[in-house]
Structure formats: structure tokens, C-alpha cells
Nanobody, 124 residues
Framework: DVQLVESGGGSVQAGGSRRLSCVAS????????MAWFRQGPGKDREAVAS???????IYADSVKGRFTISRDNIKATLYLQMNSLKPDDTAIYYC???????????????????WGQGTQVTVS
């Protein structure tokens, strides 16, 4: 079975940094588009960033220049380095995976079949 397990969430002060990890299992990680989404209080789930099988990345405008997505295909792990955090970044952060061509470019919730349970990040 496909499993995605996020970790690294917690509380951080505004301006601080946090690194999220997502360990994947049950599928060939290197063949999948991987992405991070988030859902803030009272908000819809939104895309944060994606990294495709060729290493190409896409970021939401709200996190460009502050967040960096990366993947380690040997460790089957996805990362999200978050710097200069703002209170608006407070959300549950979800790891997502999909093998479909174009999923990383579309970067929409509906494009991803596999999801982790989420990890809470609170910025104050």
C-alpha cells in the first residue's frame, strides 16, 4: 500500500525556519510527481510546491523565495525547507504523490491520488 508520512511540524516564531519531511513507501518514488499542499484554519487546501520526476519545481507565489522543495529518490523522501515564516503560513501541511503526467504542472488537489495525514505548522 502507498504510504506517505509527514514529520517536522511544530510551533515557530515569525521569521523562523522549519524543515518538513515526507517518507514514502509502497510505490516507486522516483516515478512519481511529489508535492506539498497546505490547509489553513477555515481555508481550502492549497498548493505550496511540486517537484517532478526530472527535478523541475513549481512554487505558489505566496512561498516563492522562502520555501524550497526537494526530493531524495534514494531515501524515498520529500522535503520542504521553509524560511522567513509568516503567521499566514500557519496550516496543516500535506505531502501528496501522483504518477500522472502533468500532475506536477497542474498542481491541483484533484490531480493527486495519494496523501499523507498532514503535519501542523503554527507560526506566531
Amino acid at each position: 500500500d502507498v504510504q506517505l508520512v509527514e514529520s517536522g511540524g511544530g510551533s515557530v516564531q515569525a521569521g523562523g525556519s522549519r524543515r518538513l519531511s515526507c517518507v514514502a513507501s509502497g510505490f516507486t518514488f522516483s516515478y512519481y510527481c511529489m508535492a506539498w499542499f497546505r490547509q489553513g484554519p477555515g481555508k481550502d487546501r492549497e498548493a505550496v510546491a511540486s517537484v517532478d520526476t526530472d527535478g523541475s519545481t513549481i512554487y505558489a507565489d505566496s512561498v516563492k523565495g522562502r520555501f524550497t522543495i526537494s526530493r531524495d529518490n534514494i531515501k524515498a523522501t520529500l522535503y520542504l525547507q521553509m524560511n522567513s515564516l509568516k503567521p499566514d503560513d500557519t496550516a496543516i501541511y500535506y505531502c501528496a504523490a501522483d504518477p500522472s503526467l502533468g500532475a506536477c504542472v497542474r498542481l491541483r488537489v484533484a490531480s493527486f491520488d495519494y496523501w499523507g495525514q498532514g503535519t501542523q505548522v503554527t507560526v506566531s
